[in-house]
């Protein structure tokens, strides 16, 4: 049995409504960073966490916390998302950190196949963060 964890882009949860579908469908037929599991029968996913966010001076720590709730419960591997892989400019800090803070956790960069090149993500993602967004001043103002 191996018990893991999965590390999500706040962004791409919080802002973009990501729901790790595409982690999970992977994880459960054993494709993209998952293979490795192939010939173990019980996958045992103990838990999904965001990071803490695009890093303040209190990224290192705040993410530091957050991967502690999930050692709490013995976890073997910590993959980051597809989002984190492709998206994330501190992925390799944060590897880092977390391999020299958990030397017993396997860290993994990747969950779900990819589809498209990770710059193709890139694009797509930008253009969902740069579309018109409206907010209650706009309804106020009359404006939507």
Avoid: W
């Amino acid at each position: 049995m191996a018990r893991i964890g999965i590390l999500s882009c706040s962004n791409a949860t919080q802002e973009l409504g990501c729901s790790s579908v595409s982690c999970l469908r992977d994880m459960r037929k054993r494709k993209g960073a998952f293979e490795r599991y192939k010939d173990i029968e019980q996958l045992d996913l103990i838990g999904i966490i965001n990071c803490s966010g695009c890093p303040t001076l209190a990224g290192p720590e705040k993410l530091l916390d957050r991967i502690r709730a999930l050692t709490e419960f013995r976890i073997d591997a910590i993959h980051f998302t597809y989002c984190m892989d492709a998206l994330c400019p501190f992925k390799n800090k944060y590897k880092a950190l977390l391999e020299k803070e958990f030397p017993q956790i396997e860290i993994i960069i990747g969950t779900h196949e990819s589809h498209i090149t990770h710059e193709q993500f890139r694009d797509k993602v930008k253009d969902l963060f740069c579309q018109q967004k409206f907010s209650m001043v706009d309804v106020i103002k009359g404006r939507k």
